[in-house]
């Protein structure tokens, strides 16, 4: 117990070290994903070509404004996946099937960006997720 308590606090200030506080990943409610979830996992693996295990993902439901937007990292988001395998929803559109597989995709990707291809083609994918904070809604 001792020693695990010291790892503990040899490790939490490093792994805290390099990461902003404001990129540390939004608060909201873990949830099940409903059963379309799965087949949509599964049209992402069929456009991206790649594969994954659906059942690595944990869901989060994060409160949102009007339009179905949360705040991370100074802008608007309504959707957010955070390494290694955890997606974050704005709660108003977790139904929202481009914003739920455009989330997947960065999972199975295993990276933030954006790239074209699989993003634009042939996922067609891309999804507005970011609007300055300085944006009228």
Known sequence: MCRRARLARCLLPALLGCTEPSLLPPTGEAFSPPATYAAWWQATEGCSG??????????VR????????????????????HAPHTIYLSDKLVDHEALVRHE????????GSHPDTPFVSPCNLRWPVLIPLDSTP
Request: charged residues 25%.
């Open 50 to 59: 790649r594969t994954g295990r659906f059942a690595r993902l944990a869901w």
């Open 62 to 81: 994060v409160p949102s404004d009007a339009q179905g937007l949360f705040t991370w990292d100074g802008k608007r988001v309504a959707g957010l996946w």
């Open 104 to 111: 997947m995709l960065h999972d199975l990707l295993q990276r």
